[in-house]
């Protein structure tokens, strides 16, 4: 197997044996036929577009099953030969409704006539060639290589985003023809390192797009996030457990829930839910928030009183003490878990009936979220004249994931070492480092302030981007650092989100990708000033000076 789409690729260079993060070479070989399949239907959406032919059922399954192969979503090699089968079979109907309807003859690339094997260990094989093959053309040149795989992730995370997205009704063309067009390129020997930086800086403005398209979703839906003060602690009564980003799947659970006797607790990213006016205020018995980032769900959920629904990633390996009450659904997987299909939560429901609960109040402290951009926003005259009466001298973004590697204390120690007139702004499951330290206020305005999940990124930058405004300069000019920490493929479209935005100076970590040769570092360093981190002190002396 090969492997280096995530920050605990194994030795920070590749997984060759085993995943760090559970998956076996059976499934990676799988994930990476699926994608091989998805090429194929790429170059048939694209030519079938030329004809005004488009099918949504493909475009929304590209993005599915995209989705499925990031990193700590999907290890069920059953869900991966369906797709296999299903993206072939989407492709042949596209096919055909391209010829009925332009009545010429294709030439399609042999990606586009591909036929997968019959058998799991056929289709294993043929995953496993199509591997060597793809990564016997990085002897060609290491650095369209490097970026090749940067867009091959980066398209993973826009996938997880569009999926989110369509769910609740935002869709646009534009992404999922840039994802057919990305995936079918994929392939191409002649395009040169320039063209693939184009490509991977379009994936960054695609990748906005998208997130512009979640916020309109989840905004549309539940309103604007307001600051909200979530317990952390619990509730006498039947509990679940909800993790993962998906805020629709959460609203059915609530709905369908109503009434039991059952609190509903958020885990990991699905914390800032609780912002949601028309979930919070819909449903009374949406309670508060259970752990922390993913990379310690082993020890949290065993102790965990109740079911576990997992919407997205990250699943973890479930233990044996508590693998028959974790639940996946949509494209998550993991082989003998439950899956829950058409947001039936019956099971789930019977489950925490029959699960002993809170037997008691469990008092401990409260952490706010909520701080989207029409919630700062709402109150920029306030930010805006405490920096001008130099109350605040700088803000900082500390954003992006957490994981298990160790180096990851930096985010932490860089947070609680943040002078008291700065500002930090967070976002993503990294902020489980720090998300209930007390940092005080600065003029009334809270000094930690979490803008929501990895996807609130774009409230993030439209944060920023109004500030600059405010203040007539660039936002490179703003009093502002990004500290970055990756772990997965979201992370590398939303780095180059920032990329294609013209912003400088991120710091990035706690280590650089795997999949990125020193060359295209050099040159993201010489045209951007990405640079990794050091340490919390000499960052922010760097960042104030
Ligand atoms: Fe964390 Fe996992 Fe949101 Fe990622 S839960 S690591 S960027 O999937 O998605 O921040
Ligand atoms: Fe290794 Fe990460 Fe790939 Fe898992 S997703 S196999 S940990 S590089």
């Not at 490509?199 to 549309?220: S, V």
């Not at 401990?364 to 951009?373: I, L, P």
């Not at 991120?506 to 060359?519: D, E, K, V």
Request: glycine residues 8%.
């Amino acid at each position: 197997m090969y492997c280096n789409q995530c920050e605990q690729t194994t030795k920070g260079e590749g997984c060759y044996q085993w995943g760090a993060c559970g998956k076996n070479p059976e499934v990676d070989a799988l994930q990476d036929l699926l994608v091989h399949c998805l090429r194929g239907l790429g170059e048939v959406a694209i030519a079938a577009r030329t004809f005004g032919i488009i099918d949504k059922e493909a475009d929304f399954f590209t993005c599915e099953t995209l989705f499925s192969t990031l990193t700590n979503v999907n290890f069920d090699p059953n869900d991966f030969v369906n797709y296999i089968h299903k993206a072939v079979a989407l492709r042949d109907e596209l096919k055909a409704r391209t010829f009925f309807t332009s009545c010429k003859h294709i030439e399609w690339s042999t990606l586009a006539e591909f036929q997968p094997a019959k058998t799991v260990s056929e289709l294993v094989q043929q995953g496993k060639d199509i591997e060597y093959e793809f990564i016997s053309s990085s002897a060609k040149n290491v650095d369209i290589f490097s970026l090749k795989l940067t867009v091959l992730y980066g398209l993973k995370g826009i996938a997880a985003y569009a999926y989110h997205a369509a769910e609740l009704g935002q869709e646009d063309d534009r992404v999922y023809a840039f994802c057919h067009e990305a995936l079918a390129a994929l392939g191409s020997n002649e395009k040169t390192l320039e063209d693939w930086v184009n490509i991977a800086l379009k994936l960054g403005e695609i990748n906005l797009r998208t997130m512009e398209l979640l916020d309109a979703g989840n905004t549309n839906t539940y309103g604007h996030p307001t600051p909200t003060s979530v317990p952390l602690g619990a509730k006498k009564g039947k509990a679940i457990l909800v993790s993962g980003h998906d805020l629709k799947e959460l609203e059915i659970l609530l709905k369908q829930t109503e009434n039991t006797g059952i609190y509903i607790y958020t885990h990991g990213e699905m914390l800032p839910a609780h912002a949601y006016p028309k979930l919070k205020q819909n449903y009374p018995h949406l309670y508060g928030h259970y752990g922390t980032a993913w990379q310690n769900q082993t020890k949290e959920f065993p102790v965990f009183p109740g079911p576990i629904v997992m919407t997205t990633n990250c699943l973890m390996p479930p233990h044996e003490s508590y693998k028959d009450r974790v639940y996946t659904l949509g494209p998550v997987g993991w082989p003998g878990l439950t899956h829950l299909t058409n947001s039936n939560f019956n099971l789930v429901i019977e489950k925490a009936l029959a699960m002993p609960g809170f037997t008691e109040d469990v008092a401990a402290k409260e952490v706010m979220t909520g701080f989207a951009r029409n919630a700062v926003l709402g109150v920029a005259n306030d930010v805006i004249d405490a920096v001008k009466q130099g109350k605040i001298r700088h803000f900082f973004l500390v954003g992006g994931c957490d994981g298990a590697k160790s180096g990851r204390n930096y985010y932490s120690e860089l947070v609680e070492k943040v002078p008291n007139d700065c500002v930090v702004l967070t976002l993503a499951c990294g902020k489980f480092r720090f998300f209930d330290k007390d940092l005080g206020n600065i003029g009334g305005l809270p000094r930690l302030m979490d803008v929501g999940q990895c996807n609130d990124a774009y409230s993030a930058i439209q944060i920023a981007l109004a500030l600059a405004n405010a203040f007539d300069v660039e936002v490179n000019q703003l009093p502002l650092s990004m500290i970055l920490s990756w772990y997965e493929q979201k992370a590398v479209a939303i780095l180059l989100t920032l990329l294609y935005l013209g912003i400088k100076d991120i710091r990035l970590g706690p280590t650089l990708p795997a999949f990125i040769s020193p060359n295209v570092f050099k040159l993201l360093s010489e045209k951007y000033n990405l640079k990794p981190i050091t340490t919390p002190d000499e960052d922010l002396a760097a960042c104030l000076s």
